[in-house]
């Protein structure tokens, strides 16, 4: 009897025994868990570098940090834009297409580091900056598809263009009209080419109407009378002109008059003190 109590008493015994061994074993698993966990928080995430600024892909080339030019600069910038539009309305005329290209590649180049309209530039017209939009992707368009009509009319409308943007960056007694005739003249001449009468003689009142205003400005300057004169005569046989006439002689002769009158806004500066045979000829228009 006393066996059996002593052997019941040994088995709850045990059992507690097992129980608090367990609860050791336990505690101890989950204690180095906790340690364990601490030093992978402690560690952080796997070694990486110092997160820096993504780099944003750049659809235009990164001009913003260049300092903005002057007003002198960005003429001289619109005076290369205006030789290259020449150049690229000569390349279409004798159907150099992949110059033309390259000439436009060029122009595209330069003009996307010219300001946009904006309260720095209050010069530069917002509605002329989107005709100017337009009349670029018509023009890649015409170059693509060898259109040489449509490739002629863009590149005159670009050219008015940037005529007048640069004439509004100080003319030095330009006057804008001036420079609209060089636009016109090859206005009549396109459609003239295109076969509509009706746009052509329109182009041809708007020329009259041109020269009309800047007249005076030309007659003022030196040797500038003669021209003058000379350019009235071509303007008044443009007026009247009939079939019977030599339309593109007439035309090239306005261009050579235009060139003309161009050279009576370039003169000879020199600094102050400097002697007379170091001066540069300037170009004012």
Known sequence: ??????????????????????????????????????????????PRPTPTPKRQALISPPSVSKTPLTENQLRDELKQCQVLLDQLNADISTGSWDKANGHFAEFEQKMGILPAPQL??????PVMQDFFALYKIQLGRALASQD????????????????????????????????????LIREVE?????GDQEMAYLRVISLRDAWKEVRPVIAARRNGS????????????????????????LISELGKGFEQMNTLFQRVSRPQGASANTGKTSEDD
Do not use: C, Y
């Open 226 to 249: 003669e021209q003058a004169k000379n350019f009235d005569s071509l303007i008044e046989k443009l007026s009247t002109f009939d079939q019977n006439q030599d339309f593109a002689t």
């Open 148 to 183: 040489a009509q449509q490739a002629r009319f863009a590149t005159n409308q670009l050219f008015g263009i940037v005529s007048e943007q640069r004439a509004r960056f100080g003319t030095r007694g330009v006057p804008l009209e001036f420079q609209r005739l060089h636009f």
């Open 1 to 46: 009897m006393i066996q059996k109590v002593m052997t019941m008493t040994r088995k709850p015994t045990a059992v507690f025994i097992a129980l608090a061994a367990l609860t050791v074993a336990g505690f101890f698993i989950v204690s180095n868990f906790i340690a364990d966990s601490d030093k992978i928080q402690t560690k952080g995430p796997a």
């Open 120 to 125: 720095n530039h209050p010069d530069i017209s």
């Open 190 to 194: 396109i459609w003239n080419q295109a």
